[in-house]
């Protein structure tokens, strides 16, 4: 046993990880109570001072070594993240080595964005040298997904790390074994404390890790409702949390858009991982002056897409059991109130695998075209204009991702939505810039991981004012004469005053 992991749970409060596509068990792992938990914060605890210890410099290095395990194993880790998903091993590979890049990024420039920084310190109190550093908060309980089981846990905790923060992590019941391995190649670079630890259970783990007090930050990633369960939890101790939800995203396709690519990446944004994309592609709102040669594009595409769990299936089955229930009730609805369904339809979800679903025709208050569905499906909706597309793109309680495509109007298009990240003219190009913040409004959650604003999230500002020498204005003393009120006030109206 590492020096980064918990002690175990009792030999019977285990359970299994299961390959979706054939039910074989990949692995059996503990059920770590509340206790386990507790533990393994203190531990974190103390490693934390330690990990902080090593600076900027010393962090970073260990960040390389451990971006360098992954790369070389990079066919291991795909091939488990391929066993307990389903995925793919070329999609699992894909995940993985845009995290390789994020612990990069972050590894290279904690210190420029969370080191010392120089303010002004203004006119009155010019004798001060002002400054702003950032330090870690401590304990950070990171609650990961199934469904990008490196990319998306990976973005709170490299950041985290990064940062400066111990991290106890707690990945999905469907993928504790990739957890595990992540966890295990970390404390090979880093064996001298448990600066990153794995607690593994159901539900009740992770609400442990939620209510600990010793935990500074919870990073979530999960549905809404979970979200929101998290955060009523972590209220309980006034503990910050950044909760990355769920999504619905929308793609607008414009009269001068390259109808091509843009069919190319409506087809994988949907149907990529099964759909089981936070920010993939859900809705689609075409010009009517192109559309009837957009959908002809996208249902072609589609029908060269076939999910299974040999080599040349585009993507695996569902992950997760439950959501094949949500995924048939939207399509029933959607053809129940007068969708067409160009592809797939009533019969495409079976009972691992669900079909490519072209939907046409959905009503925009179908629960269709406003619940996220999680799966292989697509609605696609004709609009007059861009802006009736931009209207019934917000008209969403989520706000994740979207994606414009236009050759004139991107830009303009890509900022009236109301998402917290827009990639135009193709697919998702934002999660692999790794100094892109990412993250939602509404019910897409809030807060931010990645980016500047990543490595913040998991610090707390300390301002700093030193006084250089003695101010001829002495404004914080009850000695303050009469003269220095009337000086003030002056300066103030010469300064600010003017209309």
Partial sequence: MTAAQPKPATASETFDSLNPATDEVVGTYPIHTREDVEAAVQRAREAA?????????????????????????????????????????????????????????????????????????????????????????????????????????????????????????????????????????????????????????????????????????????????????????????????VIEAGGKDPVLVDADADLEAAADATVWGAFWNAGQTCAGVERVYVHESVHDEFVAKVVAKSREVRPGSDDSAKYGPMTMPAQLEVIRRHIKDALARGGRALLGGADAVGDRYVQPTVLVDVPEDSSAVQEETFGPTVTIAKVRDMDEAVEKANDSRYGLGSTVFSKRRGLELARRLRTGQTAINAPLSFAGIASLPFGGVGDSGFGRIHGPEGLREFARPKSIARQRFTAPLALTTFARKEKTDVLVAKLTAILHGKR
């Fill in 49 to 241: 001072d330690w990990w902080n210890s090593l600076g900027f410099d010393g962090r970073g290095e260990r960040l390389r070594r451990w971006k360098g395990v992954l790369a070389r194993r990079l066919a291991q880790l795909s091939s488990l993240v391929h066993d307990e998903t389903g995925k793919p091993v070329a999609d699992a590979q894909l995940e993985i080595v845009l995290a390789i890049e994020h612990i990069a990024w972050a590894g290279k420039h904690a210190r420029k964005v969370l080191g010392s920084q120089r303010r002004s310190p203004g006119l009155l109190l010019s004798n001060q040298a002002a400054t702003v550093e950032y330090h870690p908060l401590g304990v950070v309980g990171v609650i990961g997904p199934w469904n990008y089981p490196v990319y998306t846990p990976l973005g709170s905790i490299t950041y985290a790390l990064a940062a400066g923060n111990a991290v106890v992590y707690k990945p999905s019941e469907y993928t504790p074994g990739v957890g595990k391995w992540l966890v295990d190649a970390f404390a090979e670079v880093v064996p001298e404390q448990p600066v990153l630890q794995l607690v593994t259970g159901l539900g009740e783990t992770g609400a442990a890790l939620t209510t600990s007090p010793g935990v500074d930050k919870i990073a979530f990633t999960g549905s809404t409702a979970t979200g929101k369960k998290v955060m009523a939890a972590a209220a309980e101790n006034l503990t910050p949390v």
